[in-house]
């Protein structure tokens, strides 16, 4: 009886062993930080306060209290919960006009409990895992207890390539003594480097890099183009916050072609003049990032003209007209007469909002600085999607909030959503067609005379062809 074939077979098992508790799941924030991002962002909000397509998660722990185990159940299954008649979540169901929550069967207890936590954190705290630099000031910090167990890992990775080593050399002092019984000799035993070096070694090496190698691969290949949080430097410090929150302003009067076109546009800066004729000094940043629009267009604030012969000018007197225009605000600001030097504070200020005009409208083709605004596009789809804005946002009837998530919270802009293949299908299979007044859907008699007869409540956009590859993919 020969047991060399048992070496790559325990190597095997004792793989497997490893595998199996390196993926078991535990229950932490960052866990669940990565489960709401996967499945939950498409419809809830982030910050765990506000609604979105579906209710604010934040506090959702309170309102089940006593029922944690029905919870779960809603979790992985709302409709089933639903079904079974509890009272609550029946109620929660009509009150979001039925629209139906995916169910998410594959998650075991840890990982809900991981969203849960994540879910709380964000709520309460106002990050993933508290403390944290960007929580919310005054809130309070959890504390959530988050276990690094990767000294964990590593020790029993240790301690099963001990036990590997202890049974080859079981296996291979069998060998020898099955060799010397029947008188094979000479009966030598394998050395250590000779298993290290053995057919069943390598060929087990060569799998593990393989199933490595391809799940690395697989990874990386999902999330290529996944741009999920960039937030990019801006030319001009553009606050959202400020424009679309504080003040109100409508998105689509700037991206006015959300509403008739494919592409929703990039307002130009004559849109902007539209209202910084009148205000020429920010609240946040006074002169320093509205001059760059002026700069751009070759207006001069101080007489309240456009320059003619802008882009002819040389650099030199386009600076005397801007330059002079952040000096006279500056004494403005600082009370100081006209005439009179100023301070090495002025001086070092003016030249500095100067030199963020050059750098932010200079570029690489031209030694002046009118011309478009060089904005850094954030949102970005492969160019085999098709993505029409005046069909959700016109036809549709969809928020800008819903795919740009609360732009008008943000100071600078980011990427929301991760705008994946799978986030868009799970839209769709959930968003409900507006057809009451909406002349886009007229056509559809079938399902308009369904819901006249009370066979149907709502139209899903997977119901009208938007699970159709062609829709996307042309």
Not at 236 to 244: G, P, Q, R
Request: hydrophobic share 35%; with cysteine; aromatic share 8%.
């Amino acid at each position: 009886m020969v047991y060399k074939s048992l070496i790559p077979r325990i190597l095997f098992i004792l793989s497997l062993m490893l595998v199996t508790i390196s993926v078991q799941a535990e229950v932490s924030a960052s866990s669940g930080k990565t489960l709401f991002k996967n499945n939950c962002a498409s419809c809830h909000n982030k910050n765990m306060k506000d609604d979105l397509t579906g209710p604010a998660l934040g506090g959702v722990q309170e309102r089940w209290e006593g029922r944690e185990e029905l919870l779960y159940s809603w979790i992985r299954n709302s409709q089933a919960v639903i079904a079974s008649g509890d009272e609550y979540a029946v109620n929660l169901y009509n009150k979001w006009n039925k629209a139906l929550m995916n169910p998410f069967t594959n998650l075991t207890d840890d990982e809900v409990g991981s969203l849960l936590l994540y879910i709380n954190n964000m709520y309460s705290a106002g990050c993933a895992e508290p403390p944290c630099e960007d929580a919310v000031p005054g809130g309070p910090a959890i504390a959530a207890e988050q276990t690094n167990n990767t000294p964990l890992y590593l020790t029993l990775m240790v301690i099963l390539g001990i036990l590997a080593v202890v049974l080859a050399r079981i296996v291979s002092n069998l060998n020898h003594m099955v060799q010397t019984k029947e008188g094979n000799a000479p009966a030598q035993r394998a050395t250590l480097v000779d298993m290290l070096t053995s057919k069943g070694m390598i060929a087990f090496v060569l799998f593990a890099l393989v199933i490595f190698g391809g799940y690395t691969t697989v990874n990386n290949a999902i999330n290529l183009n996944r741009m999920q949080g960039y937030a990019p430097d801006q030319p001009i410090k553009f606050s959202h916050a400020t424009h679309a929150g504080l003040q109100q302003i409508d998105c689509q009067y700037c991206h006015d072609g959300a509403r008739r076109s494919k592409h929703s546009v990039i307002p130009a800066a004559n849109t902007c003049m539209n209202c910084h004729k009148a205000i020429k000094k920010g609240s946040q940043y006074g002169t320093a990032e509205i001059t760059k629009i002026y700069a751009s267009v070759g207006y001069d604030p101080a007489t309240d003209k456009m320059i003619e012969n802008y882009e002819d000018m040389d650099i030199d007197a386009i600076k005397k007209v801007y330059t002079d225009w952040i000096e006279s605000n500056y004494r403005k600001d600082n009370s100081i007469e006209e005439g009179t030097a100023l301070p090495k504070d002025g001086v070092e200020e003016v030249a500095a909002q100067w030199d963020g005009i050059v750098s932010s409208l200079t570029t690489d083709v031209k030694d002046h600085v009118s011309g478009p605004i060089p904005w850094v596009r954030i949102h970005n789809l492969p160019d085999h999607v098709y993505f029409n804005h005046a069909q959700h946002v016109t036809v549709g009837k969809q928020e800008c909030q819903t795919c740009h998530g609360p732009v008008e919270e943000m100071e600078l802009l980011y990427q929301y959503s991760p705008l994946s293949m799978g986030w868009c299908i799970n839209c769709h299979r959930q968003t409900e067609v507006q057809f009451s007044g909406n002349e886009y859907y007229e056509s559809y008699e079938m399902y308009h005379n369904q819901i006249k007869d009370g066979k149907r409540e709502k139209v899903t956009v997977e119901e009208i062809g938007g699970l159709e590859c062609q829709k996307c993919h042309y």
